[in-house]
């Protein structure tokens, strides 16, 4: 297939490029390059069925003559923070939705039909049924990031009724592994490494979390891609969560560190962090998948990836 991924140069897609490089499909990559980075795609760029677009989609002409020609679209660009989401209050609705709608747009001109859209499971906001399957309601948005993947999914799903688009919106838990560069685990390496003694965790540790590693991730996305689903939803996750403190646990004792740890204290760490994330993922093992990695593994992972490629910590510390 001739796939086209936006955010290809990001921390998922980079992984996704690769993967579907090694399964012999052509890929097209279409990044701006702001969180992505170049060197991810340093094995895909020697490959003859790769291609890179360094452009914006929000550059709608731009983005329709990339998109023409290709069997399926992998959606994966997005202002992925959600912690700061309130000191850019209009970022997730112009890079989240608006670049959403912009990708359908090239599809329908384009009569491109596949689309597979990475969502996430903050659009459930804090929803009280736990574990979080599919079909269940999520009246309330906790953070403008979960709030703009559910108004994407919203015209993806308008898209999918009215034209021949065929797509499967996948709700990610937090995602791990490889090429990692944002979340609680590159912040709390970045951390231990300037000062092993001491950790300040926000929260009261007890946050419960759901993680993928990125394999199990990609793994997912390619065995749908040849799909025609129409209009599909599937959460991808672990059976299973595991406490911040439990994974703090992990990341200093796979650094060889023993620091104190200091807890700012409330059941959340900051406005809109869910204390509570585990998604039901059993839709997706009906198509046989499965995830490899559990929890403490992908953590793991992450901190022996972060360990061998410092440079990717030098931005990592966050200020409180
Ligand atoms: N990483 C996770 O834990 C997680 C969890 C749930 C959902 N997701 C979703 O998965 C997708 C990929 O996440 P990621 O962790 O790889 O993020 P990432 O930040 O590493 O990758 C996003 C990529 O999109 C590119 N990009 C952003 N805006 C763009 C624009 N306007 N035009 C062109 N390129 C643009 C960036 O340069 C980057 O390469 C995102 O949609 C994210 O919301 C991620």
Redesign the pocket.
Same mark, same amino acid.
């Given at each position: 297939m001739k796939i086209f991924v &936006? $955010?290809?140069?990001?921390?998922?897609?980079s992984n996704l490029v690769d993967a579907l490089l090694n399964e012999s499909h052509e890929v097209t990559v279409?990044?701006?390059?702001?969180?992505?980075?170049v060197e991810f795609l340093s094995a895909a760029a020697e490959h003859p069925r790769f291609r890179m677009i360094e452009?914006?989609?929000?550059d709608a002409d731009r983005l329709t003559a990339a998109v023409a020609g290709h069997d399926a679209v992998v959606?994966?660009?997005?202002?992925?923070d959600v912690r700061f989401g309130w000191s850019h209050p209009r970022r997730d609705v112009r890079?989240?939705v608006e670049?959403t709608q912009n990708v359908l747009e090239a599809m329908r001109l384009n009569d491109v039909a596949r689309l597979v859209f990475?969502? &996430? $499971?903050?659009v459930y906001g804090e929803c009280p049924t736990i574990p979080t399957p599919e079909d269940a309601p999520f009246p309330r948005q906790t953070s403008l990031?979960g709030a703009s993947?559910a108004a994407a999914e919203g015209l993806i799903s308008a898209y999918a009724e009215a034209t021949p688009i065929s797509a499967t919106r996948f709700?990610?838990?937090?995602?791990?592994g490889p090429?990692?560069?944002?979340?609680h685990v590159i912040d709390f390496v970045a951390r231990l490494l300037v000062d092993p003694t001491t950790l300040r965790v926000l929260g009261d540790g007890t946050q419960r979390k759901s993680y993928l590693h990125v394999s199990d991730c990609v793994a997912a996305i390619i065995a749908r891609l040849p799909e025609d689903p129409g209009d599909e939803v599937i959460n991808l996750g672990v059976d299973g969560y595991c406490e911040i403190s439990e994974s703090v646990g992990w990341i200093a004792k796979r650094m060889g560190v023993d620091p104190r740890i200091d807890y700012a204290g409330g059941d959340r760490g900051w406005v809109g962090d869910n204390p509570f994330i585990y998604l039901d993922a059993s839709h997706m093992r009906t198509h046989g998948w499965q995830p490899k990695y559990t929890i403490q593994a992908a953590v793991e992972d992450t901190v022996d990836w972060l360990l061998a490629n410092e440079s990717v910590l030098e931005a990592a510390i966050i200020d409180d």
């Open positions: &936006t $955010g290809g140069a990001g921390f998922i897609g279409y990044d701006r390059l702001t969180t992505g980075r452009a914006d989609l929000l959606h994966l660009a997005a202002n992925a890079q989240n670049a990475s969502s &996430t $499971g903050s990031y993947k709700r990610f838990v937090s995602i791990l090429r990692y560069t944002h979340g």
